[in-house]
Nanobody, 124 residues
């Protein structure tokens, strides 16, 4: 059974950090690309980051470059998104998604498997 379960969201002050986790049951991390997406109220879903071990690719949307880091742990079958220097505009529901092998140019959301999402709120 293929399943993605996100965790690690919460309320954090501006400038703070959070680490999101995506437990990827049934997936072999070496053969799938994993993306993080976010959707704020009243806004379209946005691609944040993607990692593909197959291609050796890590990609980020410009607004998070230098602040967010995507990584994976094969032993734990988990993908992470380390988020530092958080800003109020990072507030959104964050989703983990998986697709076969490769990330897509432009961090588009053509992913076949999705988690349920985790809320991140950045506020003082």
């Amino acid at each position: 059974q293929y399943q993605l379960v996100e965790s690690g969201g919460g309320l954090v002050q501006p400038g703070g950090s959070l680490r999101l986790s995506c437990a990827a049951s049934g997936f072999t991390l070496d053969y799938y690309a994993f993306g993080w997406f976010r959707q704020a109220p009243g806004k379209e879903r946005e691609g944040v980051s993607c990692i593909s071990i197959w291609d050796g690719v890590q990609d980020y949307v410009d607004s998070v470059k230098g602040r967010f880091t995507i990584s994976s742990d094969n032993a734990k079958n988990t993908v992470y998104l380390q988020m530092n220097s958080l800003k109020p505009e990072d507030t959104a529901v964050y989703y983990c998604a998986a697709r076969w092998r490769s990330c897509l140019r432009g961090l588009t959301s053509d992913f076949g498997s999705w988690g349920q999402g985790t809320q991140v709120t950045v506020s003082s």
